[in-house]
């Protein structure tokens, strides 16, 4: 897809897929965010989903620019089988945070580095699900 599209047409390079998955992340430790969450490990909610990055909804307000490690499994039940692919250990760059109304943050994350093996199970993952 072109990233000069016009109004009302799609600028993302990757097709989303709307999620509801568990996630976990770390900030990277070079970020001043780390200090003030120490060195846990934080759970939130993947949204959505796209072989270039994701969205999550954390209770955290991690600012643009926060290196993250992430790490999750992707699985679809369809009425004969569940198939999962992953565990997944993604690093990902916060390029967007808005606050949202019940202390919650929806982060938009682009991917930074990706093992070809997870980038290629979630693209099997999106086409899959389509």
Known sequence: ???NAGPGQERRAFKRLRVNLA?????????????????QEIRATMIDLS???????T????PEGSLLTMKFTLFKVDSEDVSFYG??????EV???HALSNN???????????DT?????????????A
């Open 51 to 57: 072989e270039g990055g994701l969205s999550i909804l």
């Open 59 to 62: 209770n955290h307000d991690i």
């Open 23 to 39: 996630i976990v992340f770390r900030v990277d430790k070079t970020s001043k965010t780390r200090m003030q969450i120490e060195n």
């Open 104 to 114: 919650e943050y929806r982060l938009g994350i682009v991917f930074k580095k990706v």
């Open 117 to 129: 093996q997870d980038r290629g199970e979630i693209a099997n993952f999106i086409g899959n699900s």
């Open 95 to 97: 390029k967007y945070h």
């Open 1 to 3: 897809m072109s990233m």
């Open 87 to 92: 565990p997944m250990d993604i690093i990902g």
